[in-house]
C-alpha cells in the first residue's frame, strides 16, 4: 500500500509527519516539531521513538520506544491519513531505523527530510554509536533532503569535524556521494565565520544560504525546528532549494525573537509563533 501523493500547488492543508523524541520542555523533538509544522500552515501528526528526559539544561534520562510499537504507531496513522511529508530526528537505535526503513518503503510517502539526531546540544548521546552505519546505509539514501550539522556530518562520514566554510562545498559532496539525494549543510557551529553560512547542494545546484548570526541563548532546538519548517514547506513549494531558503528566513525570524520567551535555565527555546505572538 502506498500514500495518496502530495498536490503541489493545491490549497489543501498539508498533513506532516514527524518521527522523533520527545522534549517535555517543548523547545526540540516531537514538541517543537509540531509547533514549526503549524507555524508554517501544516497540520502536524507524529510517531514517538524515545521518551527523553531534558530541559534547556540537559537530558537526564532516554527510554528508547521498542520498534514494534513504533512500527504501530506508523502503519496505523499512514493506513488512515494522507500525509504530505514526513520529518524523520531522533531514532535511537538500529532496530528503530530499520522500522522506519521498512515503513518509508512500504507506503513512500513524498517529500521526507531526515535530520540526523546524534547528539544533544548538551553533549549528550542520542543515537547509539553502532546506529550510525546502519542510519548512513539504509535510511539516508531513502529520504529526499538530509540537514546535518557539520559535527553530524563528521559522524556520519567518520571524518573529522570541519574548521572552516571552505571545506563545507566539498563535504556536501562527501554526503551526496552516500546517497543523499538533497543535502543542506548547517554551517552554525563555525563561530569564527560572521555570519551563519549554509550550503545546499540540490536540485542541480550548489547554493549558499547566508544569514546574520543571532546573538542568543535561546536556540535550544534550532536543528528540528528548521528541519520540521522545511518539510512543512516543501508541498507548497515548487522545489527544495525554495523550501529551505524559506524554512530558514523562518528559523531567523525565530531566534531573532526568543528573547521574548523566559523558558528555564539553560538554552532556552526559540520562539516558534513569533509571526504572532
Not at 507555524?39 to 524515545?50: D, E, I, W
Not at 530541559?55 to 504501530?72: I, L, N
Not at 512500504?106 to 554509536?129: E, I, N, Q, T
Not at 536543528?223 to 523550501?243: K, M, Q
Request: glycine residues 8%; negative net charge.
Amino acid at each position: 500500500m502506498t500514500t495518496r501523493a502530495a498536490l503541489p500547488g493545491s490549497d489543501r492543508v498539508p498533513n506532516v509527519l514527524s518521527i522523533a523524541g520527545t522534549d517535555p520542555s517543548g523547545g526540540a523533538g516531537v514538541q517543537a516539531d509540531l509547533k514549526a509544522f503549524s507555524a508554517n500552515g501544516a497540520y502536524g501528526m507524529s510517531a514517538v521513538t524515545a521518551l527523553v528526559a531534558q530541559t534547556t539544561t540537559g537530558v537526564a534520562e532516554v527510554r528508547e520506544v521498542p520498534p514494534e510499537f513504533v512500527t504501530a504507531q506508523l502503519t496505523t496513522l499512514l493506513d488512515d491519513v494522507r500525509v504530505d511529508a514526513v520529518k524523520i530526528g531522533m531514532l535511537a537505535n538500529a532496530e528503530v531505523i530499520r522500522a522506519v526503513v521498512a515503513v518509508l518503503d512500504r507506503y513512500a510517502p513524498p517529500h521526507v527530510v531526515l535530520d540526523p539526531v546524534m547528539v544533544a546540544k548538551s553533549g549528550h548521546r542520542l543515537l547509539a554509536d553502532e546506529a550510525v552505519a546502519v542510519l548512513r546505509d539504509e535510511l539516508l539514501p531513502r529520504v529526499d533532503l538530509i540537514t546535518p550539522n557539520l559535527p553530524e556530518a563528521a559522524d556520519l562520514l567518520g571524518e573529522p569535524e570541519i574548521t572552516g566554510s571552505a571545506e563545507m562545498a566539498a563535504q556536501a559532496q562527501r554526503l551526496a556521494d552516500l546517497g543523499a539525494k538533497q543535502v543542506l549543510l548547517k554551517g552554525g557551529h563555525l563561530r569564527a565565520e560572521p555570519a551563519s553560512a549554509d550550503l545546499f547542494r540540490g536540485d542541480g545546484e550548489v547554493r549558499w544560504l547566508r544569514s546574520e548570526r543571532i546573538d542568543t541563548a535561546n536556540d535550544h532546538g534550532t536543528g528540528c525546528t528548521l528541519s520540521a519548517a522545511i518539510a512543512a514547506l516543501r508541498p507548497r513549494r515548487s522545489d527544495w532549494a525554495t523550501a529551505v531558503r524559506d524554512g530558514k528566513d523562518y528559523l531567523t525570524g525565530a531566534l531573532r525573537a526568543a528573547e521574548r520567551l523566559d523558558v528555564g535555565r539553560g538554552h532556552g527555546p526559540v520562539h516558534h509563533f513569533h509571526r504572532w505572538w
